[in-house]
């Protein structure tokens, strides 16, 4: 087995020709001349902003979008090339939030005619145009305009405004995820209005709505761009295989043996002693823990993959240590390569193997990679 790379205790490889090749494939679905907008919110759901906010510019997204101010101002500081191209912050922000992205040109999200307003007199204090996307709630009951006459009003008190610019017209679903759900077409229904008045308002307004799963399940939902986060990090948003949707999962995560010892029976291992041999046996501890968001419950549930097969995490995952179970004939030695997320040989752990020990959605494996954990770009 080879060492981890840079001999590192634990590390997180991010293959950038997947991320690249994802953006692609995603492209290629769209319809009507739609554009991909890559979501890189989250630190790219744990892969690295700034390293896949290049590749998805590269693989053929033409904007960025990110949920704060300062994931915005970190892309700008770090990607010269994502200043070429439009970035949208989606979440809610406050006043001084709202003024750090009214500063370094990003789009923003309103939804209420008192933002909208901050919007206007941030833009006549700045002397610049700022770019505003009316998000309206059509059935996701989170951010958002549900007013319909409320968003009409938005739209064309921006698009009349010389102090703003109406960039966008916005909406999010709540049930893409599950393909065939009839709201999310319910949900298109409600948008329509909306959609119509902010084309006759202003023929450049970006019209957007679909996530990763709504794109790959339903072209009606294109509009002028997507914003795909999970697909283009090759994860399936529907929590099954991605391979079926033509996406390649980009991150690996990998550690090394740290120790080797030999049990008998009746030796138990970790903290609160919950596992014990029941027959002579070794194991290897592994320098990585839940202080690197390998989570405590993968204890005694998940496996890793080690001289190229599959072996338990046993007892308790503790901040900085796993154990994992060899089997008494094993010729694993110290330094060799153990993954935690990914393929060895033939063999592959994936994110949705991950999440499904932990009853969550693969989004929450890789988001939740701590920040202890370096991030190697792989080609
Ligand atoms: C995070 C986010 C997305 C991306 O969702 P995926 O399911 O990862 O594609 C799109 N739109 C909004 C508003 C988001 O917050």
Same mark, same amino acid.
């Given at each position: 087995?080879? +060492? ?24 290629? =679905? *769209? ?10 919110? $989250? &630190? ?9 906010? =290049?590749?998805?510019? =590269? /693989? ?9 101010? /300062? ?11 994502? @200043? &070429? ?9 406050? %006043? ?35 770019? #505003?996307?009316?998000?309206? &709630? ?27 610019? *109406? $960039? ?10 599950? %393909? ?5 077409? +319910? ?24 996530? !990763? ?7 009606? !939902? ?19 295989? !991605?391979?079926? *949707? ?27 002693? @919950? ?6 046996? =070794? #194991? ?27 072996? %338990?995490?046993?007892?308790? #995952? ?6 994992? +179970? ?10 060799? +390569?153990?993954?935690?997320? /990914?393929?060895? /040989? ?34």
């Amino acid at each position: 087995m080879t +060492e981890a790379a840079s001999g590192q205790r634990i590390l997180a490889r991010v293959s950038m020709g997947a991320i690249e090749s994802n953006c692609r494939s995603i492209s290629r =679905r *769209l319809v009507g001349g739609a554009e991909l907008c890559a979501v890189v919110k $989250a &630190d790219a759901y744990g892969h690295g902003a700034a390293e896949v906010s =290049r590749a998805a510019l =590269r /693989g053929g997204a033409t904007r960025l979008a990110v949920a704060t101010a /300062g994931e915005a101002e970190e892309i700008l500081s770090n990607v010269p090339e994502a @200043k &070429d191209v439009p970035l949208v912050i989606l979440g809610a922000m406050s %006043p001084s939030e709202l003024a750090r992205a009214a500063a370094i040109d990003a789009e923003v999200g309103v939804w209420t005619t008192g933002f909208l307003e901050a919007c206007r007199v941030l833009a006549s204090e700045t002397g610049r145009p700022l770019r #505003v996307h009316v998000k309206h &709630d059509t059935g996701m009951g989170r951010l958002g305009q549900t007013d319909q006459a409320e968003v009409v009003e938005m739209l064309s008190s921006a698009a009349r405004d010389g102090e703003l610019e *109406l $960039a966008g017209l916005w909406t999010h679903f709540a049930t893409a995820d599950e %393909p065939g759900d009839p709201f999310l077409a +319910e949900q298109i229904e409600v948008f329509s209005e909306s959609v119509a008045v902010a084309r006759s308002l202003q023929p450049g307004c970006m019209i957007h709505a679909a996530n !990763s799963g709504a794109t790959l399940a339903d072209p009606e !939902s294109h509009f002028d761009f997507v914003r795909c986060g999970i697909a283009i990090y090759g994860l399936s948003p529907y929590g099954g295989d !991605s391979g079926e *949707l033509e996406l390649e999962p980009a991150l690996s995560l990998v550690s090394r043996v740290g120790a080797i010892k030999d049990l008998q029976v009746g030796d138990s291992v970790g903290y609160g002693r @919950k596992w014990t041999a029941s027959s002579p046996t =070794r #194991v290897a501890i592994c320098p990585v823990g839940y202080g690197d968001g390998y989570r405590r419950a993968l204890g005694g549930v998940a496996d890793v993959l080690v001289g190229g097969k599959r072996a %338990p995490v046993i007892g308790a #995952v503790s901040m900085d240590n796993i154990a994992i +179970e060899l089997g008494s004939s094993s010729e694993v030695q110290i330094g060799d +390569e153990v993954v935690l997320l /990914g393929r060895q /040989g033939e063999e592959e752990i994936s994110a949705q193997e991950l999440a499904d020990h932990l009853e969550t959605i693969n989004y929450e494996v890789t988001v939740g990679i701590g920040q202890r954990v370096p991030r190697e770009v792989a080609p």
